[in-house]
C-alpha cells in the first residue's frame, strides 16, 4: 500500500426517497413541538423513537411519518414519536443534500449536564431543551439516524451492558457495535439517564444505511418492528414489519480516530464494515502522524472520508463473543 495521502472525492450524492411532509406532526400532542406520543392507558414501557436528529437525515423521518399515518398504538405503555430537529430538516434541499445537518451545531454532541444546564444558547441547544422533559420521562430511546458514505447497517449500543441486551432484543442490524462516542460530545445515547449504572433504562442508536436510499427506511421499520414486538407492545396485526432472524455480531470499538487538522486523509476510500485482517495496516496520514490497525480483523466502523477538525474520522472495532 502507497505510504501516500489520498484526498477523497466528494461524490455528486443522489436522492432517493422524499422528505415527507410533516405538518400534521408539527404541533404533537405533548405540549413539545414535534413530539406525538400514542398512550395504550395499560401498563408498560414508555418508548420514544426519534429522527431527524440531524436534519438531513429523512429515512427516520418517512419511517416514523408512515406509522403514524397507518395508525400504529401500543397495546401496552407509551409510544412517543418524535422529530427532533425541525429547524434543520425545513433547511433540506435535494439538491444540496448535505447542507442541512443542522443549523448552528450537531444535535447529537451536546447531551451533557453542564451543556444542557448551561448559560450557552442556539436552536440546536434551545431544542435540546425542549425534548429533554420527554427523553427524561423514557425507558427506552430508539433514535433512528443514516450515514452519509458508503457502509453497512449498524446499531450502536453505547458501552453500557443494557444497550447491547437492547440491540439484541431488536434485532436487527447484524451488526453491534459497542462504544464511548466521540471526543467532540455526547450523544443522547450517551445521556446520563441511559448510562449510569445505577438505572435501568436503556438508548440505541441505529445507523440505518445510507442517507437517501430505500433499503434505509426498511431499515429503519425492520428495528422498530423488532423493538415493539421485542418489548410486546404491539399485536400481531400491527402495521409493522417482521423482522427475520438474523445472527447478530457484537464488536467493541477499540480506538477512535479523530482528525486534529485539514491534513488528515486516508490512503483509500476504506467503506464501513469492512475488516481488515492484518494488523499495522495503514488506513491514513496526517502530516507525517500514521494511523494503522492495532489489531488483526479490524472492523472499520462508518469511516468518513471527508473528517472535519476535532471530529471522528473512524472508529476501529473487534469482535467479541
Known sequence: MPNSQTTIPLPAFEVHISAPDLYDWRDGNTGIAGVTTRDSGKPGPHVALLSITHGNE?????????????????????LSFVFCNLSAYDRFDPAHPTASRFVDEDLNRIWDEAVLDGPRHSIELNRARELRPLIDTAEVVLDIHSMLWDADPLMLCGSASRGRDLARLIGAPPLIVADDGHANGRRIIDYTRFTDPDTTWSAN?????????????????????????????????????????????????????????????????????????????????????????????????????????????????????
Open 58 to 78: 429523512i429515512a427516520g423521518a418517512i419511517a416514523l411519518d408512515r406509522l403514524l399515518r397507518d395508525g400504529l398504538v401500543p397495546t401496552t405503555g407509551r
Open 205 to 321: 442508536l441505529v445507523e440505518a444505511g445510507q442517507h437517501w436510499q430505500p433499503s434505509t427506511v426498511a431499515t429503519a421499520l425492520d428495528c422498530i418492528g423488532g423493538l415493539l414486538r421485542g418489548l410486546g407492545m404491539v399485536g400481531p396485526d400491527a402495521p409493522l414489519t417482521a423482522v427475520l432472524p438474523v445472527e447478530q455480531r457484537l464488536a467493541e470499538v477499540t480506538q477512535t480516530i479523530t482528525a486534529s487538522s485539514s491534513t488528515f486523509a486516508f490512503v483509500q476510500p476504506w467503506r464501513g464494515g469492512q475488516v481488515i485482517p492484518e494488523r499495522n495496516t495503514l488506513l491514513a496520514l496526517e502530516g507525517e502522524t500514521e494511523f494503522r490497525t492495532p489489531h488483526d480483523d479490524c472492523l472499520l466502523v462508518m469511516p468518513s472520508l471527508r473528517p472535519t477538525r476535532g471530529h471522528t474520522a473512524v472508529r476501529l472495532a473487534r469482535f467479541v463473543s
